[in-house]
C-alpha cells in the first residue's frame, strides 16, 4: 500500500488546450511547437501545432512565442508553518512556488516547534489539504528538536507521509548519529537531507571565509566547515550502505568530495541553489542582509565548481532554499539578521537570466535539474506525456520584469535579486491537474 | 576631484585628495585649538546625536568636544542608558531621532554596517565612530594626521601594524589610509590572529617581528584579554614573548602609535610607552581637530574656516 506523501487543497481539474508552445521536456525528448490537450487534469494529447480542436468547455491557450516546460519541483523550502507565520504560511509559501512555475515543493522541519512526530506530520497534512495552492511534501527532523541527540520516530512518521528526515538548518555533529539514522533508513526508507557544517570551523561566521570577509572584517564560514563533513558523511552513507542527499552545496572542495565518493559507488547526490550558482561573497561588501544566508555566497571558483558540477550531473538538481524572512528582521546590521534569502519565484528567471542567455548552460539542462528533486524523493517526476498528470509550467522567456516592484507573492520579501530586471515571466502554472497561476498578458504576470 | 561626500563611513569613501584635505582643515582647527577661546560658530544652531552602542573614552569624548567647539548642540546617547536597553531596534531608534532634525548622527556600534544602515534611514549625515570589526575611518584620519605633523608626507614610509588584525576595525581603515597615503603597510601578529585574504587590502603579511627594524613606523593594537579564552593565543604570556613591542624591539629612529586603551605589559611595554618615540597622547590630541574637521567638511562645506562670528544664516549658508 503506497502512502500519501504531496498535499494540496482539492482543486477543480484544468481542461486546456495550449496551442503552439514551444514544448520542452528533456526526458521526453520533446523540444519543439505543439498542441498540448489537458483533460480532467492529466496531458490527454500532443499534437502538431494547430492541429487539436478544442472540446466543448476547455480554455484555449495562446502559446505561441511561448515556451511549455514540466512544473518544476523545489525539494527544499521554509514554509515557516507551524510557528512562524508573521513569515510564510502554507497558503503563501504555495502561492509563491504557484508564481514561480512549480507543481511541488518540499518543507523543511525547522519549525517552532519542530516537525519531529506523527501528530504534528498529521496537522500539517491536514493544513496543507486546505490550504496549500500546489503540492507540499514534509521532510521532518532526524534528531528530536535538531538538538543531535535523539532520533524521531522516522519508521511511524514514514507511515504518516514524511519523504524523508532532515535537520535542515544545522548539520547532524556527532558521526555516531548519523550513522544510527542511516542504518534505521533500512528500515523505514527516506532520504536523508544533510546540511553540512562543522560548527567548530563556522564559529559565529556570518558569511565566506576570505578577502571579502577580511575586508569588513566580518567572521568566516571556511569552505572546509561544508566539504569536510561531505566528505564524512559520504564515507558514512558508504559504510552502511545508505543514501544521503546534500543540501545546497556551496564550494568545490564539496564538489570534488562528491565527485569523488560517487565515483567510489556511494549512494549520495547534491543540490544547489540559484543564488550560489549566480551570486559571489562580492556581493556582501553591499553590507546588505538580504545577501546573508546559510551556506554564504562563496567565491567565484567556487561559484564556477557548482555550474560545472550541475553541467556534469555531480548536482543533480536545483533547490532554492526559499527562506522567507520579514522586513524587520532583516533590517538590522548583516551581522545580527537571521540567516536566508526567498527564492521560488525568481528562481527560474534568474538562472534563464544568468546562465542560459549567456551561454553558459542550455535550456534544457536547466529544465532538467529544475525538475530532478522529485525522483530523489522516490515521486514521479514531472513530464510532458499523454497520460501524465498535468504538471506544467507556460512562459515567456521574451518577456521580462524587475523583481519585487510588484511585491511578492510570498509572505515576505527578502530576496537577493530584488530590484534586478530578469527575463522570463511564468504566464501559467498547472500543478497536479490544476491551474495554479495564470497570467492573460504580460502585464498581468507581473501583478 | 571626488564629489563631496555626504557621509563618511569608511575610508573607501575618501580619496587622497579628501583625505589631504580634511588633515589640512585639521591643522587650521588646531590653532583654533591653541587660543584660550577654542569654539568657532560654524555649526551654531545646529544639532550633532553622538549614538554609541558600544563604550568608548576617547572617540565619545573627542567627538562630543569636536561637536562643541564648532558650536553645535549635542545630544550624546549611550545604549545603557537609552531605550536599546528595551529592546527598541537600531531603525526606530534612528528615526526617533531623526525627528529631532540632526546635522549629523556619529555612530559607533558592534556591528559591521551599521552607519550604512543609519545612513539609509536618515536625511543627516552620518559619521562611523566604528562599526563591528569593519571600519574606524576617523581613527585612521587623526592616525595620518599625527604621522604627517611629523614625518610630513608618508609616501615609501614603512608602516608596520602588530597585533590582533583579526578583530581591530582600526588596523582594517588604516590599512586603507595609510596605503592612499603612499605609505608601505605590514600586518604581523600571530597567524591565527590574521584574517585570511587581508592582502586584498593592499598590504604585506610578516609573522614574525624579525624584520620589524625595516619599519619607520610600528602602530601596535590592543591585544584583548577574551582572546585567550577563544585559544586565539596559548597565553599573554606567549603573546607578549612573540609580539610584544618594546624597548628591545623599538629602533631609535622608529615612530610608536596605538589607537588606546593600552594594555601595559601585553602588547606594549612601558618603556616603549613611555619612550619619547610613543605619539600615543599626540594621537589623542588629534582626535578632537580631525573630527572637528570631519563635522566641518561633511556640514559646513569648503569655505575657509570661519574665526569671526558669523550670522546663522552665513553659516547655513556655507
Known amino acids: ?447 | 576631484m571626488t564629489p563631496e561626500p555626504r557621509h563618511l563611513l569608511s575610508i573607501d569613501d575618501l580619496d587622497r585628495p579628501g583625505i589631504e584635505r580634511i588633515l589640512d582643515r585639521a591643522a587650521s582647527f588646531a590653532e583654533v585649538a591653541g587660543r584660550e577661546i577654542k569654539k568657532v560658530p560654524a555649526l551654531r544652531g545646529r544639532t550633532v546625536v553622538n549614538l554609541f552602542y558600544e563604550a568608548s573614552t576617547r572617540t565619545s569624548s573627542s567627538f562630543e568636544l569636536a561637536a562643541k567647539r564648532l558650536s553645535a548642540d549635542v545630544v550624546s546617547i549611550r545604549a545603557a542608558t537609552s531605550s536599546v536597553t528595551k529592546g527598541e531596534s537600531l531603525k526606530d531608534t534612528v528615526q526617533t531621532l531623526t525627528a529631532y532634525d540632526p546635522a549629523a548622527i556619529v555612530i559607533r556600534s558592534p556591528h559591521a554596517g551599521a552607519a550604512q544602515l543609519v545612513a539609509r534611514w536618515t536625511d543627516a549625515a552620518v559619521v562611523n565612530a566604528g562599526d563591528g570589526k569593519h571600519e574606524h575611518p576617523t581613527q585612521a584620519l587623526l592616525d595620518v594626521y599625527t604621522l604627517r605633523s611629523r614625518l610630513g608626507a608618508l609616501d615609501g614610509k614603512n608602516v608596520w601594524i602588530v597585533g590582533d588584525v583579526l578583530h581591530s576595525r582600526v588596523a582594517r581603515s588604516n590599512i586603507l589610509a595609510f596605503a592612499r597615503m603612499g605609505a608601505q603597510v605590514t600586518v604581523s601578529g600571530p597567524p591565527t590572529l590574521i584574517p585570511r585574504g587581508i592582502e586584498a587590502l593592499g598590504c604585506h603579511v610578516a609573522p614574525t617581528l624579525d624584520r620589524l627594524p625595516e619599519a619607520d613606523v610600528v602602530y601596535v593594537l590592543r591585544m584583548q584579554n577574551e582572546r585567550m579564552n577563544e585559544a586565539y593565543v596559548p597565553s599573554l604570556r606567549e603573546y607578549a614573548t612573540r609580539y610584544q613591542v618594546n624597548a628591545a624591539r623599538l629602533q631609535p629612529h622608529q615612530l610608536l602609535m596605538h589607537p588606546g586603551p593600552v594594555n601595559r605589559g601585553v602588547e606594549l611595554s612601558a618603556d616603549a610607552i613611555d619612550s619619547p618615540q610613543a605619539l600615543i597622547a599626540q594621537q589623542v590630541e588629534a582626535g578632537v581637530v580631525v573630527r572637528m574637521a570631519v563635522l566641518y567638511e561633511l556640514l559646513a562645506g569648503t569655505g575657509t574656516v570661519p574665526t569671526v562670528e558669523l550670522t546663522p544664516e552665513a553659516v547655513a549658508a556655507a
Open chain 1, 1 to 447: 500500500m503506497s502512502v500519501e506523501r504531496l498535499f494540496h487543497a482539492p482543486a477543480v481539474p484544468a481542461e486546456l488546450l495550449i496551442r503552439g508552445a514551444r514544448v520542452l521536456d528533456p526526458r521526453s525528448a520533446l523540444d519543439a511547437p505543439h498542441d498540448v490537450l489537458v483533460r480532467d487534469g492529466a496531458i490527454a494529447e500532443i499534437g502538431a501545432p494547430g492541429t487539436l480542436p478544442l472540446p466543448d468547455g476547455a480554455d484555449a491557450i495562446e502559446g505561441e512565442g511561448l515556451h511549455l516546460f514540466p512544473a518544476f519541483f523545489d525539494p527544499h523550502v521554509h514554509l515557516r508553518t507551524p510557528g512562524q507565520e508573521h513569515k510564510e504560511t502554507l497558503a503563501t509559501g504555495t502561492a509563491a512556488a504557484a508564481a514561480g512555475g512549480y507543481c511541488g515543493i518540499v518543507a523543511m522541519p525547522n519549525t517552532a516547534p519542530t516537525l519531529d512526530s506523527a501528530p504534528l506530520l498529521g496537522a500539517l497534512r491536514d493544513q496543507a489539504a486546505r490550504e496549500a495552492r500546489v503540492p507540499v511534501g514534509f521532510m521532518p527532523a532526524i534528531t528530536r528538536g535538531l538538538a543531535g541527540t535523539d532520533l524521531t520516530e522516522m519508521a511511524e512518521l514514514r507511515d504518516a507521509g514524511a519523504l524523508g528526515f532532515t535537520d535542515d538548518g544545522r548539520p547532524v555533529v556527532a558521526a555516531g548519529m548519523l550513522r544510527r539514522a542511516l542504518q534505521y533508513q533500512r528500515l523505514c526508507g527516506g532520504i536523508l537531507a544533510l546540511h553540512e557544517e562543522d560548527p567548530s570551523l563556522s564559529g559565529h561566521g556570518v558569511m565566506h571565509e576570505g578577502a571579502v570577509s577580511a575586508r569588513l572584517g566580518m567572521e568566516g564560514i571556511p569552505s572546509i566547515s561544508e566539504s569536510t563533513m561531505v566528505a564524512r558523511d559520504s564515507a558514512l552513507a558508504a559504510y552502511e550502505q545508505g543514501r544521503v542527499h546534500f543540501q545546497h552545496l556551496s564550494c568545490v572542495e564539496s564538489v570534488e568530495a562528491l565527485a569523488a565518493w560517487k565515483a567510489a559507488g556511494a549512494q549520495v547526490s547534491g543540490e544547489a541553489s540559484p543564488h550560489h550558482l549566480t551570486l559571489t561573497d562580492e556581493a556582501v561588501l553591499s553590507l546588505d542582509s538580504r545577501f546573508k544566508m546559510n551556506p554564504p555566497l562563496r567565491a567565484e571558483a567556487d561559484r564556477q565548481a557548482l555550474i560545472a558540477g550541475l553541467r556534469d550531473g555531480t548536482i543533480e538538481c536545483i533547490a532554492t532554499d526559499h527562506a522567507p524572512h520579514a522586513r524587520h528582521e532583516k533590517e538590522v546590521p548583516f551581522e545580527e539578521a537571521p540567516m536566508g534569502v526567498t527564492g521560488l519565484e525568481t528562481a527560474f528567471p534568474v538562472l534563464y537570466t544568468d546562465l542560459v542567455l549567456p551561454g553558459v548552460l542550455p535550456l534544457a539542462l536547466i529544465v532538467e535539474r529544475m525538475t530532478a528533486g522529485a525522483a530523489l524523493l522516490d515521486l514521479p517526476t514531472p513530464t510532458i506525456a499523454v497520460g501524465a498528470p498535468a504538471d506544467l509550467a507556460l512562459l515567456d522567456l521574451q518577456a521580462s520584469w524587475e523583481v519585487g516592484a510588484r511585491g511578492y507573492a510570498s509572505k515576505s520579501g527578502n530576496s537577493c535579486f530584488e530590484g534586478r530586471t530578469l527575463r522570463g515571466v511564468v504566464r501559467l502554472t498547472v500543478a497536479a491537474g490544476a491551474v495554479v497561476h495564470r497570467a492573460e498578458t504580460p502585464a498581468e504576470a507581473l501583478a
